[in-house]
């Protein structure tokens, strides 16, 4: 070959790795992505240009403070998903979605390959957070709520309580009614 197609292959080989490389490494790299809009696309606080549904109608992540209480529990926890699966298994996931409960949802509403990026950046940020434990705070929120609601009881109910009694006690004591 001479040089100067050694110089067109060269040039064309190029053009070819800096316009489509940077798309291949999205698809390959999750954390590549933007986690922000990737927490807006999961959350559905931004919708997926397709019209797919938001991944917290089924999903929650405790990492993220979006557990059961933030999504429905249909399907898993994907806190861990991408210490489970790894970059790659994450990328091929939101490639394939190739879950049959998902297959039906996304088959015709398919993710871009940004959005597979952005969602699958979000899934590696909350990676390594623990989840949020709130057991104690909802058991210290009920504990005043019924401290609370006894208080009111006590407060509102203590003079009805003896209104009624008293008469009947007195009218027994007469002798003009009797206890059954």
């Not at 429905?72 to 996931?93: K, N, R």
Request: charged fraction near 20%; hydrophobic fraction near 45%.
């Amino acid at each position: 070959m001479n040089r100067r197609r050694l110089r067109k292959l060269g040039c064309l080989l190029t053009g070819f790795l800096l316009f489509c490389g940077p798309l291949v490494a999205v698809a390959a790299d999750p954390s590549a992505g933007d986690a922000r809009r990737g927490e807006a696309l999961f959350s559905g606080t931004a919708a997926f240009s397709q019209g797919g549904a938001p991944c917290l109608a089924c999903h929650g992540i405790a990492g993220a403070g979006l557990g059961m209480a933030g999504g429905a529990s249909f399907g898993p926890d994907l806190t861990m998903m991408f210490d489970d699966y790894g970059a790659e298994g994450v990328a091929s996931i939101m490639e394939d979605l190739a879950f049959p409960s998902m297959e039906t949802i996304y088959a015709t509403r398919p993710l871009t390959v940004e959005e597979q990026a952005d969602v699958g950046a979000f899934l590696a940020e909350v990676a390594g957070r623990s989840p949020l434990h709130a057991g104690g705070q909802v058991a210290g929120h009920v504990a005043i709520g019924l401290a609370a609601l006894i208080g009111l009881l006590i407060l509102f109910g203590w003079g009805r309580l003896n209104g009624v009694r008293r008469p009947l006690v007195e009218g027994l004591r007469k002798g003009k009614g009797e206890l059954r």
